[in-house]
């Protein structure tokens, strides 16, 4: 008879719903991501925090924080209240500091330094406050437009971390 269906035509859907039931053709698309996720091997989960005026590298932002205090007298927190400008303040200066160990160049120095090691020399031989006077007199070349938004360290893990030294009060701009 036309239009009716055999009756084992049923019975294959049937069988193939069983089938996929019983979990033998279970895929992918059908696994648990969860399950998937914590197969995979675990990638190095600390990333690399780069100093700002040297090659040392630490596993945290507190480290390198401490390091520009303890070694070349940058409070970044002082600087950063400073400078003024908040989060973005922050991250400008950060990035400014990575631009100068780049270019091995003092900011106010006319020329670049020779090495790495008279670009270190030059910067701890100035003391915390002289550092402090020497950023706030270029905060207006940091802050303005947004050269040092664009970060100097891909991926860079201390713009990540900038509450650590940014002020406690609320940026104005951010409310």
């Not at 269906?5 to 895929?27: C, F, I, Q, T």
């Not at 006077?133 to 905060?139: I, K, N």
């Not at 303005?144 to 360290?153: A, R, S």
Request: with cysteine.
């Amino acid at each position: 008879m036309a239009g009716e269906m055999p009756e084992n035509a049923y019975s294959k859907w049937e069988d193939v719903d069983a089938h996929l039931l019983e979990g033998k053709d279970r895929g992918r698309v059908d696994s648990d991501p969860e399950e998937e996720y914590e197969e995979q091997p675990d990638e190095e989960e600390v990333e690399s925090v780069h100093s700002l005026f040297d090659n040392a590298t630490f596993t945290s932002a507190e480290e390198c924080v401490a390091q520009a205090k303890d070694t070349y007298n940058l409070d970044l927190k002082k600087a950063c209240s400073a400078l003024g400008g908040g989060f973005y303040g922050a991250v400008k200066l950060v990035n400014f500091l990575r631009q100068c160990k780049e270019d091995r160049r003092l900011p106010w120095a006319e020329e670049p330094c020779e090495t790495d090691e008279d670009y270190r020399a030059s910067v701890k031989s100035l003391s915390g406050e002289t550092v402090l006077a020497r950023l706030s007199e270029l905060g207006s070349t940091i802050l303005t437009g947004d050269t040092y938004l664009q970060p100097v360290v891909a991926s860079d893990p201390l713009l990540q971390h900038v509450a650590l030294f940014q002020d406690d009060v609320e940026d104005e701009e951010g409310g």
